[in-house]
């Protein structure tokens, strides 16, 4: 295999950072508005519009950014999403108010909405496809640690000195990886592009190379989302407190980080084929939500160990396995499209999960997640001949 230049090894470590602050403003922040500004949180109501903002923003511009991101090159998109990131930041430090507040989280996810889909083009970009698999496994599992750390960081910062002081720090850190990837990041031109019309974008966004992994990416993340929700409700019906909930939760996410460089290293060497680790990826997920069902502490940290592993294993290799199937010159539009696909999970988990608890019970919200996991995968891998990779 062709080592990776050193420029391009340098030039990682800002993607990596960038993953970081992406992961960090969603979950940082989101973790510490419902106590934080009782003038600009007065209901459950308005935080939920507070999250979803952000989410939703996300989900409009992603695709969008990532063809500007083909048709301009990615690392303008990307200095230009981090420095709207560091501005939206910086624009509630400066007005705290809660008018702001909302300007400042929408102004965050459509900067993430930019900078995101651009840093996973650029990791494709510059690594050879025999290194994908490792620089994705890296770059998510900067990005996990973001999750991990974010609502830590966040809480401790809103302790410190506020909302306020929790925003200034995001600004901060939008505006250093925009510097550092400005001088670090080389200029990658846009490809020659052929024309393409509505119907070659639809033919190509439902071929199987990209359905596959980019449900088996959504998947994950709703299975992600559905454990870092409703596994400290489980541990707080069984009697467990805040503190051995969190644990779990943390478990979850520091299984999730340290699988993805792991599993990357293995595609790349050959010893695990595309193909089969998303499969058995979304089998250990759906294991994981199955032991959920567990009343107790080890049911839930079993979910939780599970859970991270089959995500851990998914991420790289669907990232990878898009990289790969998709024309370079549309490689921005294809992650903006995957991230969508990541979205629309992150929000589909919850709701099913959260609606069949509110009919029955949660055991068997659990079990309805757990069972599209197992049963859905199995029909799509098994159908057709051309492989993902």
Known sequence: M?????TSRRAMWPLYAAGFTTAFGAHGIAASLGGASEDAVTSLLVLGGLLAV??????VLKPVFGT?????GPKPVLL??????????????IADSPAWLWAARLGQGAAA????PSASALVARLNPAAKHGRAFGSYGFYKSIGYTLGPLLGGVLVWAGGLRLLFAVMAACGAAVAVWAALTVPAVRPLPRARQTVADLVRRLTDRAFLAPTAALAAATAALSVGVGFLPVSGAAAGLGTVATGAAVSVLAAAAAVVQPWAGRALDDGRLATRTGLFVGLLVTAAGLAAATFPGLAGILAAAVLIGCGTGVITPLGFAALAASAPQERLGQTMGAAELGRELGDAAGPVLVGAVAAA???????????LILAVVPSLAFSLGKRAVR
């Open 80 to 93: 230009g999403g981090l420095a709207a990131f560091a501005v939206a930041s910086l624009a509630y430090v």
């Open 2 to 6: 062709t080592a990776i230049p050193s």
């Open 113 to 116: 909405s930019a900078f995101s």
């Open 360 to 370: 029955t019970a949660l055991g068997y919200g659990y079990a309805a997640l757990a």
């Open 54 to 59: 952000y989410d939703g923003a996300e989900v």
């Open 68 to 72: 500007l991101a083909d048709r301009i």
